[in-house]
Nanobody
Framework: QVKLVESGGGSVQAGGSLRLSCTAS????????FGWFRQGPGKEREAVAA????????YYAESVKGRFTISQDNAKNTLYLQMNSLKSEDTAMYYC?????????????????WGQGTQVDVSS
């Protein structure tokens, strides 16, 4: 059973930084599709940053390119999202998710496992 637990959210002023962490059990960040997603107030859930092919290929949403960095520590089985130059529009619930056998978004959205989320609030 895959379990993902996020931490690191909080309140920060615009321009600040936060680092989110996601520790996995029942799964290792070495296969499939895994990454970070968010859902802001009144918005649909969207992909923020993700690894494909077990970490070989990386995806970033256009809105976070150059500001956010996804990384993994295999020894700790933990996924990170370093968020710099935060903006008010980054305010959202952030989720960690993984699809151990997926290779594309279609499979991921229908078969992925999700954490419970961690709230990020950015004040301007």
């Amino acid at each position: 059973q895959v379990k993902l637990v996020e931490s690191g959210g909080g309140s920060v002023q615009a321009g600040g930084s936060l680092r989110l962490s996601c520790t996995a059990s029942g799964y290792t960040y070495s296969s499939g599709v895994f990454g970070w997603f968010r859902q802001g107030p009144g918005k649909e859930r969207e992909a923020v940053a993700a690894f494909f092919d077990g970490g070989t290929n990386t995806y970033y949403a256009e809105s976070v390119k150059g500001r956010f960095t996804i990384s993994q520590d295999n020894a700790k089985n933990t996924l990170y999202l370093q968020m710099n130059s935060l903006k008010s529009e980054d305010t959202a619930m952030y989720y960690c998710a993984a699809d151990p056998v997926g290779t594309d978004w279609d499979h991921f959205w229908t078969h992925g496992y999700w954490g419970q989320g961690t709230q990020v609030d950015v004040s301007s």
